[in-house]
């Protein structure tokens, strides 16, 4: 395939997925919590101060916060930079493990805020910390396809970790939503998009239960590097590019570690992930990390940059997209707060009001 | 040792020590019973011995010897596990001598073979841990880790030694591994790294302890020359099997492995050595501790002296007494019950001159010793490199 083939190209052999329509997006918005857990203060509390931290901070979320209050700021802010009516958004939807409800949507919630409703779709994702971009590429399959012209995927959650497990230091709270809509209008292109799944089962929260569970360094290799290499390189390899073509990538963030060894691997330098890399300084935002990543490198990418972005959701599947920055994104970056303003907005808490404010203690 | 049976090892198989995710315990078997029955040029033996410690607890598995027997293509031979805990690869082998020597039998395969990872986190600590006395000290939450901490503690506090000076066998069991494509840590350690470790069960830290891993290990063993190609021939020269006691706060002196001591002891005499003709030695390097201990055992350094010769650099591939000379337990990995085997298939490349970028330079004699939970047993094997007529 030729580099930068049209949109409109249907090459099902190759395995990338594109629609029969040009599709981007056109609107973009993060959001954080304000709160913030140094990883010292886990390590202080459960191990005596001796841990190895794998980031330096988590962004947690306050008592009134959940992943529908913290979907709508994302989706508001996607909102002003789209510059749209939101009644013409013909879908709504919200990826998530944390979904504050097991048997009742986040999606209505978000879309009747945004004055989406009602009629309009709506519905929620779930696929471990990939359900986000699952739903952006579901979105790009609605638009692309012409049953809507604007669509809504948003990757948010509120991660839940047992207090002591090693997941605790970095679970945090946080996301992005994209509104995806005709190419023409986007403030970055969609080229292609691949999806690579196993059954692997590294992390897993059953039914009723408070907390994941996890295969510990069974996450690693057969899980996260596996699954994130085997998508990128198969669409590096289908749009015949290589990393160095890419201005930025952002791999699905679950520490500091991990996005970079992945992309060294696949041959990206470390002056390509770090402005995507925001894990050090907020956690890991499970469905929302790889996307808050996105958003971060929007707020300063220039146009025809590309990007590259990869989630990974355990179970275990990651999702590759490939995007070309638009004219658009200057005049429309101002109409919302940076990713970066969030990530600045913070209030350091101590274990103990964490507790609180997460609800790690019984009261009765 | 009567002498009428002489043993040789006619072919050896190993797998790389790691994590081993996407294999069950069997086809990690095979892996290294293929090649090892390929090299001997032998299509069955009259008995196969397993080393195994974990698989009943972690892979819910017993009874290896039919399922191995069967697995491999070998249906209808007999097959057993031998357990030690971490001594069940050198208990394989001296159950599989002791059949040889009895003339029953004329070849036998031993395998040792282990997969950590089909459970992770507290249940493999617990498996582990059941090596331990399990009413006198698995009862008061003494992991491996914690009673290695009693011992290193109070070696250090008898012998006046800081945790520092314990560096250089993790610093030379990493150097090796760097070379041996099969080892489990490839990374280069130095003092510094080592002094900055976290701590495991203080005072032993992360870069102390050995990893638990899978990994398989088979030799094939031939009673007699009659099967044996010609060339550099291995022939097992000693083998001792010795016990302490299983609680370590029963011994008399924690600071003496009092079994690896007796059968590094009966295991030289069988073979007419003084420590010091002894080229190179696989030792039990679990934790940094028990291979001082070790050393001090086998009458390579003196009581409270094992740790010198780590700080002074004789235990390097090219010193004075080589040791985890592919990276020991630290850096190889450790297989539980395979390790024992990967000790034997070790020494066995060394004085067949084909252990490549490992190779110590004319090693004739080397010697292979394994320890079950916390040198309660320990198998010394002492083998020896020859000429072929």
């Known amino acids: ?364 | 040792m009567s002498a009428v049976i002489e043993v040789f090892i006619a072919g050896t198989g190993h797998t790389a020590v790691g994590e081993h995710w996407g294999i069950s315990l069997r086809h990690l078997a095979w892996e290294a019973i293929g090649p090892a029955l390929q090299a001997a040029q032998l299509k069955k033996p009259d008995a196969i011995f397993v080393g195994n410690m974990l698989a009943a607890r972690i892979s819910e598995q017993q009874n290896l010897g039919a399922l191995l027997a069967d697995f491999c293509g070998l249906r209808g031979t007999e097959a057993v596990t031998v357990e030690a805990a971490g001594a069940s690869g050198g208990a394989a082998m001296r159950q599989a001598l002791l059949a040889l020597r009895s003339g029953e039998i004329r070849t036998a395969l031993v395998v040792g073979v282990e997969k950590t990872t089909d459970k992770v986190g507290a249940d493999v600590t617990s498996a582990v841990a059941a090596g331990a006395d399990s009413d006198w000290e698995l009862a008061q939450g003494a992991t491996a880790p914690a009673i290695a901490a009693l011992i290193m503690r109070r070696y250090m506090h008898e012998h006046g030694v800081h945790l520092e000076q314990f560096a250089g066998f993790a610093v030379n069991s990493h150097a090796n591994a760097c070379v041996n494509a099969d080892a489990m840590f490839r990374n280069v350690l130095d003092a510094t790294r080592y002094a900055q470790a976290g701590m495991v069960a203080s005072p032993v830290n992360v870069l102390d302890s050995a990893p638990d891993a899978d990994g398989a290990a088979a030799l094939v063993l031939t009673a007699g020359t009659g099967q044996l190609r010609p060339g550099l021939r291995v022939r097992v020269a000693a083998s001792s099997l010795a016990t302490d006691t299983l609680a370590v706060h029963d011994r008399r002196d924690v600071l003496v492995f009092a079994a690896a001591k007796l059968s590094a002891q009966r295991a030289l005499q069988q073979a007419g050595l003084a420590p010091d003709q002894i080229d190179l030695a696989e030792l039990y390097d679990r934790f940094s501790v028990f291979a001082a201990l070790s050393l001090e055992a086998c009458g390579f350094a003196q009581r409270g002296e094992g740790w010198r010769l780590a700080a002074n650099g004789a235990i390097g591939r090219s010193g004075r007494l080589p040791i985890s000379t592919f990276g020991g337990l630290k850096a190889r990995g450790n297989p539980g019950g395979a390790t024992g085997v990967y000790q034997l298939v070790e020494v066995t490349r060394q004085l067949a001159g084909t252990a490549e970028a490992n190779q110590v330079v004319g090693a004739k004699w080397g010697l292979a010793q394994c320890l079950g939970s916390s040198g309660a047993t320990a198998v010394t094997h002492i083998l020896q490199g020859v000429e072929s007529n």
């Open chain 1, 1 to 364: 395939m030729r580099r930068g083939a049209m949109m409109t190209d249907i090459q099902l052999d190759t395995g990338v997925m594109r629609p029969a329509r040009g599709v981007g997006i056109v609107g973009y918005g993060a959001y954080l919590p304000r709160f913030r857990l140094p990883a010292a203060e886990v390590s202080r509390v459960w191990a005596e101060g001796s841990a190895g931290l794998p980031v330096q901070e988590k962004a947690v979320a306050g008592l009134d916060e959940d992943v529908a209050t913290m979907s709508i700021e994302a989706a508001r802010n996607a909102v002003a930079r789209a510059g749209i009516e939101s009644e013409r958004i013909g879908a709504v939807w919200v990826g998530s493990e944390s979904h504050p409800y097991a048997v009742k949507p986040t999606s209505t919630i978000v879309a009747e805020a945004i004055g989406a409703v009602p009629h309009t779709q709506a519905a929620d994702w779930q696929f471990a910390c990939k359900a986000g971009t699952e739903a952006m590429q579901a979105a790009i399959g609605f638009v692309g396809s012409g049953m809507a012209d604007y669509a809504f995927a948003i990757g948010m959650d509120i991660a839940q970790a047992r207090p002591g497990d090693a997941l605790e230091y970095t679970a945090g709270a946080g996301g992005a939503a994209f509104l995806l809509g005709p190419a023409d209008d986007a403030v970055a292109v969609i080229e292609g998009t691949h999806s690579f799944v196993t059954d692997t089962p590294d992390f897993w929260r059953r039914q009723y239960a408070k907390y994941p569970q996890h295969g510990q360094r069974f996450t690693g290799e057969p899980a996260y590097f596996r699954h994130i290499t085997a998508a990128a390189e198969r669409l590096m390899e289908a749009m015949d590019i290589s990393p160095q073509d890419y201005a930025y990538a952002v791999f699905h963030q679950p520490n500091t570690k991990f996005p970079l060894r992945v992309g060294k691997q696949l041959g990206f330098t470390v002056a390509q992930l770090e402005t995507g890399l925001l894990a050090p300084l907020i956690g890991n935002v499970y469905a929302g990390s790889a996307l808050i990543g996105l958003t971060a490198v929007l707020d300063v990418a220039q146009p025809g940059d590309r990007v590259l972005l990869v989630s990974f959701g355990s179970g275990a599947g990651s999702d590759a997209f490939q995007l070309r920055v638009g004219e658009r994104i200057s005049a429309c970056r101002e109409s919302a707060p940076s990713t970066q303003d969030y990530v600045q907005r913070r209030t350091e808490i101590d274990y103990a009001t964490y507790s609180r404010y997460r609800g790690k203690l019984t009261l009765e």
